[in-house]
């Protein structure tokens, strides 16, 4: 079972040690509390310099508790991402410092509660550790508990509940391949989001083979871990009868390459190569928990990618589900594949006004966008500009790549209606292309208004950031969440 490690917020205890907070610009202690005077007094005395990262720990006596100054950065500068940050520093001054549980100034103390949510959801998310089969599940001293007025809890709540699916998206994409494999992550899946009242379907090899899968089908037939397709319905306005998204997430538990296999230090990497499931499995958690008042569904193709007697060949030709035929060059482009039938899954059977896939697609986007941005690209306009304003305010940006008609080429095969890599061998990068793989999906998705969104490069961060430490950062479940909050009022188009 995957889990992690994270805090809890609790209003019932009275902790030794109480964390303020101190901002570069007025130099003063945020906020009311009664221990303001006193830790005012400490930073001037110790010329204690606020900014992001730093902390100034103040010991007290049996009658006064202990201080944590913690810096916020300079005064002006987006407070959400200063909240956010300085949650992670709390939490990181709670490690080192080896203190368990500390109380926090109130909402109002703080200015307000989005910073009192922003600075929790920043702890929540810099807590979070994922927990292994070694004999201390997680090694070295972990935070808690923080303890809030009770008059906060609700934006505790609402901390927590976003903070959540991040974390279990981030905790699937981080466990080893052997131990998530597509049934286990199948029915993790399931019990996940069935809690939340979104219904779940899996199918497995048999009823994919029925299908006509056949895209999938080839990915993840060289495996003892077999193919899973799961299939997550959340009907949140049941009296509208069509279906408002479809969110299609590359599942692969691991990519060794197939045939056209990976070399290190890549192929090391390679069970993260699940994220875009682990992302349209959490926008939907989250899109449910705040009964989100859209009909979606999120299809999530699972597979794992390595190399046995029945593994796909190089120049193999298979039938996908959309009934195109598709000249497998390289194997290695595995994940368009299994994307192609998770898209023509939904169109077929849900017609949804939107689709948006989303996958650790290509090594090349990383190249160009690196780890701050994902890359993305749409059929639609409109469609585009909406996810380009959700992922600003998750914090999740994107960056547009072109898709143009000049481009369809791209694909062409000599033996089947399209290649997954590209027959013709120009200069350069081949199909190997961020573009290629968009170029590929958009032959399943014509005639729908669709988005690819690439985050080979934001799906683990080898930095810390505002939300992440080094590691899987969800990439994508804030983000999709927001954009359907979009769609419901009126702004997704
Ligand atoms: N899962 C990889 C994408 C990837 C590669 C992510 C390297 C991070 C680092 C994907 O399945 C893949 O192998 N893509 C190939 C595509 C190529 C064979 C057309 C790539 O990017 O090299
Ligand atoms: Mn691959
Ligand atoms: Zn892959």
Redesign the pocket.
Known sequence: MTSWHTLMMVSHETPSTTALFAARGSGEIIGADPQRPRASAAIRSADFAPDQGRWLDIVGDDALPRLLVVGTGAEGTDTTERWLAAGGHLVDAMRTLRIASVRLPGCDDLGGPDALQSLLTGALLHSYRLEQGRSDAVPGFQPERLVINSADMVHAEEAQRVSEAINRARAWVEQPANLLTPAVFADEAASALERHGVSVRVLGPAELEELGTGALLAVGRSSEHEPRMVIAEWRGDPAREGWDAAFVG?G?TF?A?GL?I?TRP?IE??K??MGGAASVLGAIELAASRKARTNIVVIVPMAE?VIDGRSARPGDVVRSLAGLTVEIV?T????RLVLADGITYAIENYAPAYVVDI????????GVLHEEFAGLYASDAGLANALMRAGEVAGEPLWRMPLSASQDYLVDSAVADVS??GAVGFLGV?????T??AKFLERFAHGTKWAHIDI??TA?ATRRTARSGPGATGFGVFLLDRWLAGLESGLGD
């Open positions: 590359k692969l990519d390459g056209n990976k890549i990497k390679m993260f190569d990618n390289n290695d482009a595995e994940g996958a650790t697609l290509t090594g090349m986007i990383a997954n890599f081949g199909g190997g292309s961020s290629a793989g080979a490069g683990w």
